[in-house]
């Protein structure tokens, strides 16, 4: 069974949003300022930087899902695991 570690979790955690936030501007058009702002004010980012949450094994195109139904509901949603 695969454990991610704090400092693995630090490192990945970058490279999950670095892809998320590509997947925002294309899908949006929107700058990468203000795909970093928006994102980094959703509660989809508050549950990625929890690392016991597992949201951050989700791909990005779920992510990019749940975020925007965040965006449109105001609810986010995960699937259930």
């Known amino acids: 069974m695969f454990r991610c570690g704090e400092g693995k979790f630090a490192a990945i955690l970058p490279v999950i949003v670095s892809g998320l936030v590509k997947a925002i501007i294309a899908k949006t058009g929107v700058s990468e300022d203000e795909a970093f702002e928006n994102l980094y004010r959703s509660n989809l980012y508050a549950v990625l930087e929890i690392e016991k ?25 995960l699937p259930e695991t």
């Open 53 to 77: 949450t597992k949201a951050w094994h989700y791909s990005v195109p779920l992510l990019l899902d749940l975020y925007e139904n965040e965006i449109t509901t105001g609810e986010l949603n």
